[in-house]
């Protein structure tokens, strides 16, 4: 029999979630040990502590870093099957195996959807094979940073789960086959549905209004029609085994109907996996080393597990300190870049604040980044990436132009709530005060999902309807929180052609540029700063950090023009030792330091 009830549509979804992990070995004891953190001095204090047990928890705070070790050893009965470990032990962590770092996991003081937790190891385990599993925890700042505006120092973690288990990859598969459905039905769902069923009386002339509105209406019903034909199929009423049974049916069942479900969408949202770091603000500039190093291990992973999975990665700073403190993981980022599945991105040293550096310091930027990205990674990028700087001044077309950048992607204009007119276009080219032009793009974020409501309110709300129909989107968990995740892949992997939402590709940011001017590129131009009105205070707060930017500034003119006049005389330029001076003026440009707001 049939049912409508989302209730009880999700309690069946909830037990196919669950049926996913098919065998589960405990892992309830962990040897422990305990350090202090440096940055790239590495540790201090290191302690041995103990065995701790799933249930336990521990406390962390900041630099505080805890390390988990055991060992297991593959079952019998796990052979041939997909094998991971499942891992929440609070906070984040860089995951290693058998030495190698592998994987990074993130979890929360309380349980919640939006966490990092599985390890992914072979697609097909073999019995009495053992791993050697360390986990390097420690703070999430993002997370602490509601307790230590209340004068916290520390929080305490709970260890929840620790196992070796397997996958069912059907079960999974037909989990978010159902899982995007429901979420689409809830999004182009008619309005007066969902009021109906609240039990509110309408007034008739409402109720037409309602009606008049919902034209997506078809897709929702078309939609639940599929997800209902097919997880009836579903037979939870017996034991586990008869249930897993019956899924290959439900699985074709909605497979099936999906496809009779004619396309009549033609907007596109260009999908690109995105991690933006802040080198510091919640946290010191020595935390971005391992929140660099946990991003880019967890997005590594994922290639290898997602072939189609494209990602953009900005900062050669970020990829300096990966190089010097985990060259093993710097290795495998270099062999993503070469396969073209990792996009450089951003050409500056940091995402640098455009309104307090000198205009040296904007060129020095570019030419650090660039060349950094062509000596280390051999590649020449076009893009300026600074998603979360707060406005440009109006002299950067010139010297981007003059670096040889073509584009910018920003976003943070669209942020309105201190007033301010709403910046009109997403694709333009931007005209600086030379007359200077950079084709750009704007979304409206750099930490989007992917779930089906998130697609229809970012297409809907869009500024620029009339002459746009694509549409970038940076996914991911950003300002370190590591990037995207396993869930949003397998989401958009179901949404290439979901119906009632726009279509969607997985691509790179160069070839939504190139797609774009094929078509004719930007109508539209937009001549002089781009102001950004939401976040104040950055010609005046942290005064003492601004100060000491120019004096550097200043200080390293004064360097390099008397020792080129001295080079005539003989004197040995001390290249190396400048050019370190300029990269730390570099990174403290970054753009929650030198305005301050970190």
């Known amino acids: 029999m049939k049912f409508s ?135 999430n700042y993002m997370e602490f940073n509601r307790f230590r505006r209340k004068g916290g120092v520390s929080i305490r973690y709970t260890i929840r789960t620790a196992a070796l288990v397997t996958i069912n990859r059907a079960v999974e598969s037909y989990y978010f086959d159902i899982k995007t459905a429901l979420d689409g039905i809830h999004t182009l769902e008619n309005p007066l549905e969902k009021v109906l069923k609240s039990g509110a009386q309408l007034p008739e002339e409402v109720v037409r209004f309602f009606e008049s509105v919902s034209k997506e209406d078809f897709y929702a019903h078309k939609l639940r029609e599929a997800a209902l034909s097919s997880i009836t199929c579903v037979d939870f009423d017996f034991d586990r085994e008869t249930m897993l049974a019956s899924i290959p049916k439900a699985a074709e069942t909605f497979r099936a109907a999906m496809k009779d479900i004619s396309s009549s969408t033609h907007g596109v949202i260009k999908f690109v996996g995105q991690a933006h770091i802040d080198t510091a603000w919640l946290w010191p500039i020595r935390e971005s080393i391992r929140k660099s190093a946990k991003t880019l291990s967890n997005v590594c992973a994922l290639m290898d597990q997602y072939p189609e999975f494209t990602f953009a990665f900005s900062q050669p700073q970020l990829f300096e300190f990966v190089k010097e403190n985990y060259p093993e993981l710097y290795e495998r980022v270099k062999e993503k870049v070469k396969s073209g599945q990792f996009e450089l991105v951003g050409n500056t040293w940091v995402e640098m604040d455009t309104n307090i550096p000198s205009g040296e310091s904007l060129v020095r930027q570019l030419v650090h980044g660039m060349r950094y990205f062509k000596n280390e990674l051999g590649v020449d990028c076009e893009i300026l990436w600074l998603p979360d700087t707060f406005g440009y001044t109006a002299a950067l077309p010139q010297i981007l132009k003059s670096c040889g950048i073509k584009y910018l992607v920003t976003q943070k204009i669209f942020w309105s709530y201190n007033g301010g007119d709403q910046f009109p276009y997403h694709y333009f080219t931007w005209q600086g005060m030379d007359g200077s032009e950079i084709v750009s793009y704007l979304p409206t974020s750099y930490t989007y999902t992917t779930n089906p409501k998130q697609l229809i309110d970012v297409w809907d709300n869009r500024v620029q309807k009339d002459s746009l129909d694509k549409f970038l989107l940076p996914y991911g968990y950003g300002d370190g929180g590591g990037g995207p995740s396993r869930d949003y892949i397998e989401f958009a992997l179901r949404e290439q052609n979901l119906e009632g939402c726009p279509k969607l590709e997985m691509t790179h940011p160069s070839k939504v540029f190139e797609d774009l001017e094929a078509e004719g590129g930007p109508e539209n131009t937009y001549v002089g700063e781009l102001y950004f009105a939401c976040h104040r205070g950055v010609y005046t707060s942290q005064a003492s950090v601004k100060k000491g930017n120019r004096k550097s500034e200043l200080a390293l003119r004064e360097a390099e023009m008397w020792g080129s006049l001295a080079m005539q005389d003989g004197f040995a330029f001390p290249y190396a030792e400048w050019d370190a001076d300029w990269k730390k003026v570099l990174l403290n440009q970054f753009h929650d330091i030198l305005p301050g707001s970190s």
């Not at 049926?19 to 041995?48: C, H, I, N």
């Not at 052979?79 to 990074?104: C, D, Q, T, W, Y």
């Not at 966490?115 to 097909?124: A, D, F, H, N, W």
Request: hydrophobic share 40%; net charge negative.
């Open 5 to 139: 009830k989302d209730s009880i549509f999700r309690r069946k979804l909830e037990a196919i979630s669950d049926a996913v992990l098919e065998d589960v070995l405990l892992m309830p004891d962990w040897q422990s040990r305990s350090a202090m953190f440096l940055g790239k001095d590495g540790y201090t204090g290191e302690t041995e502590d103990g065995v701790f047990h799933v249930g336990d928890t521990w406390e962390c705070r900041d630099d505080f870093t805890r390390w988990f070790t055991a060992s297991v050893t593959v079952p019998e009965s796990f052979a041939g099957k997909p094998l991971a470990l499942n891992l929440e032990f609070g906070g984040e962590g860089i995951v290693r195996v058998n030495g190698k770092i592998i994987s990074a996991i993130t979890s929360y003081l309380e349980p919640r959807d939006a966490t990092r937790t599985r390890v992914v190891l072979s697609e097909s385990a073999k019995a009495g094979e053992t791993y050697q599993v360390e986990i390097e925890a420690h703070l």
